[in-house]
């Protein structure tokens, strides 16, 4: 019997591979997150696309897997102990499959600390302001006459930008020479704000040098442009 077989959503989405890790997921900024960690670690792994769009994520059988409704989630069949373990929340499974693979993450407490920081800067700042900016630029938040939510979130976004771009003064990567789960976290949300949400002139991206070379970089790697298509709709 597969492992897989005790968790209800794997009868809405069944797996042709049950001994790889399930993703359950779309190309968002935050679904891209397992996507690229999990091309970047070279797990095997299979995706299944999970459309927000259709109200999909609010089913039964994903809310068994994760019950606030979000992507991406995943089941690892041989998790902790060679038992299966799920997991939703994007951090969460930043750090999971960094810790599984010993890959991303510095081994030195201290760095590690570091880098986990800048990944909760992404969580907590730079993906919700974002998020408001595609909402009130590019979505229903158009048509509201009011623009001051627009305004603020613009502003405060930008201002993340300038965080960001002062740490990556004289940097590669967030964390130096080191590419990490910090960029992985970052990457499809700084991307997704100046093509999709269409906000590059709105936020005056083009002023942060250091952040326009970060993400050059980081577009320029396979895992990466493999990653923010995966799961795509077609």
């Known amino acids: 019997m597969s492992a897989l077989s005790v968790f209800p959503i794997a009868a809405r989405w069944p797996a042709e591979h049950p001994e790889r890790i399930q993703l359950y997921s779309l190309n968002t900024p935050n679904g891209v997150k397992a996507s690229i960690m999990l091309e970047e670690t070279g797990l095997p792994y299979e995706p299944h696309l999970v459309d927000i769009g259709k109200g999909e994520s609010h089913t039964p059988a994903f809310l068994s897997l994760n019950p606030n409704g979000k992507i991406p989630a995943i089941i690892d069949p041989h998790g902790p102990g060679g038992e299966p373990l799920a997991l939703f929340e994007s951090g969460a499974i930043l750090l999971y ?3 599984k693979t010993g890959q991303f993450i510095p081994a030195d407490p201290a760095r590690r600390w570091d880098t986990i920081q800048w990944l909760f800067f992404q969580m907590a700042s730079i993906g919700p302001m974002f998020g408001q900016v595609g909402f009130f630029h590019r979505f229903a938040g158009r048509e509201y006459a009011d623009k001051r939510p627009l305004q603020r979130y613009v502003a405060e976004s930008a201002r993340l930008l300038g965080v960001l771009d002062q ?3 004289g940097r ?3 964390m130096g020479d080191d590419y990490s789960i910090a960029d992985i976290a970052t990457i499809g949300w700084v991307n997704n704000l100046i093509t999709f949400y269409e906000a590059r002139e709105l936020v005056e991206y083009d002023r942060f040098a250091n952040v326009v ?3 050059d970089r980081a577009l320029e790697r396979p895992a990466v442009r493999r990653g923010l298509k ?5």
Not at 230 to 234: C, K, L, S, V
Request: no cysteine.
């Open 97 to 99: 499959l960094a810790d």
């Open 167 to 169: 740490r990556l003064q």
């Open 172 to 174: 590669d990567w967030i």
């Open 213 to 215: 070379g970060w993400l």
């Open 230 to 234: 995966i799961p795509g709709r077609g």
